[in-house]
């Protein structure tokens, strides 16, 4: 039996485990079907793009378990999460991966709302009289 490697992403607050092995290509997202899971078609291309990057989408099976955020931040986690169990699996495949920037942690985050004002950067109006 072939191995499991193991990724872990995070982007906003989404937490995603990918877990991959040599298969034949099925992604399957908390227990579901990822086409299931993320209706929308960019946030499937997101999810993907590790395994197009280093054209093996048919090669691996691929497990996630997300957690947090909404399903953006989960599939930009889950992204994250399978370069880096690729990464794992075989240190060649590092190179495309980083030089398609897939192996950087989004560092973006949400903004706090500051006291005073009604949103993170937003004032209420002025009025000089």
Do not use: H, W
Request: include cysteine.
């Amino acid at each position: 039996m072939s191995e499991d490697y193991i990724g872990i992403g995070r982007r906003k607050t989404a937490v995603a485990q990918a877990s991959i092995k040599r298969g034949t290509g099925v992604i399957t997202v908390n227990g579901r079907a990822f086409e299931e899971y993320f209706p929308i078609p960019f946030r499937r291309i997101e999810l993907m793009k590790p395994l197009v990057t280093i054209k093996e989408e048919r090669k691996f099976d691929v497990r996630i378990r997300t957690s947090g955020g909404g399903l953006t931040g989960q599939a930009g986690a889950a992204s994250l999460a399978i370069a880096r169990a690729l990464n794992k699996c075989s240190p060649n495949f590092r190179s495309p991966l980083k030089k398609a920037g897939l192996m950087t942690r989004d560092p973006r985050k949400r903004e706090r709302k500051k006291p005073g004002q009604p949103g993170a950067r937003k004032r209420f109006q002025f009025s000089k009289r």
